[in-house]
């Protein structure tokens, strides 16, 4: 059974932030939203949702595989709370925290310190939330 794209980003946001707070799982929820707006680059070739989670590579939480491990955390089996459905709706709905940019990465460096670029060259760092790191493009992302 397919997963309509509300149920997919509230299970995508539990799986990716369920730990990080309403602010970073609203955080993780807005670059989900930004790459489905964003209109230019790699991501603007994506329209719903469910190509921007689905797009390969990107989201630990639809990876099979992870570190040459079986994922035993992924969309599949996560059993969302209201607070996950509402910030789905939430983000749906365009509302962005304004503190973020138009941050369209994000990831945990499992370390204090978040590096200035990430994706390479591709994005520039905006702020941290909990223990995740955000970027919003540069002007090369434009070229992806």
């Known amino acids: 059974m397919a997963y309509s794209e509300?149920?997919?980003l509230a299970r995508t946001i539990q799986c990716e932030a369920g730990g990080?707070?309403?602010t970073g799982m609203k955080a993780v929820a807005c670059v989900v939203m930004n790459r489905v707006e964003?209109?230019?680059?790699?991501y603007g070739r994506l329209d719903t949702i469910r190509t921007?989670?689905?797009q390969q590579g990107q989201f630990?939480?639809?990876?099979?595989?992870?570190g040459g491990r079986r994922n035993?955390?992924?969309?599949?089996?996560?059993?969302?709370?209201?607070?996950?459905?509402?910030?789905?709706?939430w983000a749906i709905a365009g509302n962005r925290l304004t503190n973020l940019g138009f941050a369209l990465w994000y990831f945990n460096p499992y370390k204090p310190d978040c590096r200035p670029n990430f994706p390479s060259r591709v994005g520039s760092f905006v702020i941290r939330i909990g223990d995740?790191?955000?970027y919003d493009p540069?002007?090369?992302?434009?070229e992806t």
């Open 132 to 134: 995740h790191c955000f």
């Open 52 to 54: 921007v989670i689905y």
């Open 138 to 142: 540069t002007d090369a992302y434009a």
């Open 60 to 66: 630990d939480c639809v990876r099979e595989v992870v």
């Open 6 to 8: 509300m149920e997919l």
């Open 38 to 42: 964003v209109t230019y680059g790699e």
């Open 72 to 89: 035993m955390q992924t969309v599949y089996n996560m059993r969302p709370e209201q607070v996950h459905y509402d910030i789905a709706n």
């Open 20 to 22: 990080e707070g309403e």
